[in-house]
């Protein structure tokens, strides 16, 4: 079984950056695509950004674009999420999960680290 063990989150304050990791414990033709979603109590699932592993091609989430990148690397079989400017409306509990489809929809994807919070403070 695939195993997404997520890391870097934390308290900050606005406009300040964290980076978060999310290591795989193997690849597999179901784990083609990586991807963040975060979640906030009493609200769905919220798609972030993605990565294929083979030619890095990204997405992102429109309330995203410019200020977090998503990136990889194929040798530690770890996904990073680098994230700028951060706003109190990025507080969420962010997962990392895998899946072998581009989506941006949460039911996709078969694998899921247990989450690593992000609060920013006004």
């Known amino acids: 079984q695939v195993q997404l063990v997520e890391s870097g989150g934390g308290l900050v304050q606005a406009g300040d950056s964290l980076r978060l990791s999310c290591a795989a414990s193997?690849?597999?033709?179901?784990?083609?695509?990586m991807a963040w979603f975060r979640q906030v109590q009493g609200k769905e699932r919220e798609f972030v950004a993605s990565?294929?592993?083979?030619?890095?091609?990204?997405n992102y989430a429109d309330s995203v674009k410019g200020r977090f990148s998503v990136s990889r690397d194929n040798a530690e079989n770890t996904v990073y999420l680098q994230m700028n400017s951060l706003k109190p409306g990025d507080t969420a509990v962010y997962h990392c999960?895998?899946?072998?489809?581009?989506?941006?929809?949460?039911?996709?994807?078969?694998?899921w680290g247990q989450g690593t919070r992000v609060t920013v403070s006004p």
């Open positions: 999960a895998a899946g072998s489809v581009l989506t941006t929809k949460p039911d996709a994807f078969s694998y």
């Open positions: 990565v294929v592993w083979s030619d890095g091609m990204t």
């Open positions: 193997t690849r597999t033709w179901r784990t083609t695509v």
